[in-house]
């Protein structure tokens, strides 16, 4: 029997990442309405900076997938996140808009290193009936920490005397910290001979064709992160702009959705683990649409709306966990895995961070933000009919039916 010593403390490690990770990943969504002022930007430029930021998020992505099989994923996990950390100092540093959208690629860049790299490292050091646990865990961090906690605290930080310049200040400390920790804490600990040991299978996305869970769980996710990065790249705007709301009452609001996504991302994989993936995907994602929906449509005071918009992203956040890393990683060998959790998560932020925000950003400037909000509401349907088709790739309900 295979024994995982190390998958505690890789866990945290992860943890901790994907928390301030997140926050860079949502950073534009938090600063933007104080920013723009300076600049004179209008709500395009909220869009088109969220995209730039997916698009080298992605391409980080796409490249240190690979690349963590053959060297490590502490060794290109650390690199990245020191980058990152340097890019956000720069960043608090802007003079003008191209330096805000250089250093916002540059710290996309950087910190995108850590999304197929921890996702494989998890894979290889947890044991496999805990890999939902795992993964539900680390992504939690993402939504906990990068939204309920950084839509709180950095709304209020950039209203304060400290500013936006002062909230990524903060954010490049965070990042170098846990860049830090990781080098100290991560880089003692070996790989798994049986992962390393199949050096001569290369890392390919051309061999993921072969496996019809991968390409549709895929398409599923994309649809999914077009749901959420635009819904966080624009709730803020939604909620001042419908409601006349400040950007620290929004901010409250918009906590709601990091709450929820938290316990999403980190419930639905657990739950999945016992009840299947698939089916745990089916139910979240019909719930999502609903709460969503009551969201946008209904007309509810501030406390509804907290409950709507949490319960939307609690139920999409864990289709999406599901869709984005689990199931990618269980339907191929071991030694694609780093592959499939690159190759996923890349496509999801190419259209759900870039393309979707750019739209929306045109659709918001032509129609209002209102409008892409209405529509909105049917990616999660979309998701719902393709998980229909999904198979099954659950250890433990696989393990059941075999016994039958």
């Known amino acids: 029997m295979k024994s995982y010593p190390y998958q505690w403390r890789a866990l945290c490690l992860m943890v901790l990442a994907w928390g301030f990770a997140g926050l860079v990943h949502n950073c534009v969504a938090f600063l933007f309405p104080y920013f723009s002022v300076e600049f004179q930007l209008d709500t395009a430029h909220n869009g088109y900076l969220a995209a730039v930021l997916a698009l080298f998020w992605t391409l980080s992505i796409l490249i240190c997938g690979p690349k963590a099989n053959t060297l490590g994923q502490v060794q290109v996990m650390v690199p990245g996140l020191f980058l990152g950390a340097v890019a956000l100092a720069a960043l608090a540093l802007s003079q003008n808009v191209a330096m805000l959208y250089l250093f916002t690629a540059v710290a996309g860049f950087g910190c995108g290193s850590i999304v197929s790299s921890s996702l494989s490292f998890l894979a290889e050091q947890s044991d496999p009936k805990n890999r939902g646990l795992f993964y539900g865990t680390a992504q939690s961090s993402f939504t906990l920490i990068g939204s309920a906690a950084g839509s709180l605290v950095f ?109 999403g991302e980190f419930g639905a994989p657990l739950v999945s683990d016992r009840l299947g993936r698939k089916l745990t995907a089916l139910v979240a994602t019909a719930a999502g649409t609903l709460c969503f929906a009551a969201f946008v449509l209904l007309d509810l005071p501030a406390g509804m709306m907290t409950l709507a918009i949490a319960g939307a992203s609690f139920f999409m956040s864990g289709a999406m966990a599901i ?24 496509a999801g932020e190419l259209m759900g961070g870039v393309a979707a925000p750019v739209a929306a950003g045109v659709l918001s400037g032509v129609l209002g933000t209102a409008q892409v909000m209405y529509l909105l509401i049917g990616l999660p349907i979309l998701v719902f009919i393709g998980v229909l088709f999904l198979e099954e790739t659950a250890p433990a309900v696989l393990a059941r039916k075999n016994s039958r």
């Open 323 to 346: 869709l984005n890393s689990v199931v990618p990683s269980e339907s191929v060998p071991s030694y694609l895995v780093a592959t499939a959790t690159a190759f996923t998560p890349a």
């Open 155 to 263: 709304t209020r930080l950039a209203a304060s005397s400290a500013g936006w310049r002062g909230c990524y200040l903060l954010m490049a400390g965070l990042i170098f910290f846990a860049a830090v920790l990781i080098f100290t804490l991560g880089h003692n600990i070996p790989r798994r001979a049986d992962v390393t040991a199949q050096t001569e299978e290369r890392q390919s996305f051309r061999k993921l064709l072969a496996y019809k869970n991968v390409i549709l769980s895929t398409v599923l996710a994309c649809l999914a992160m077009m749901w959420y990065f635009t819904v966080a790249a624009f709730t803020i705007l939604y909620l001042m702009e419908t409601g006349n709301m400040t950007a620290v009452a929004a901010g409250a609001i918009f906590a709601g959705f990091g709450t929820g996504g938290f316990i």
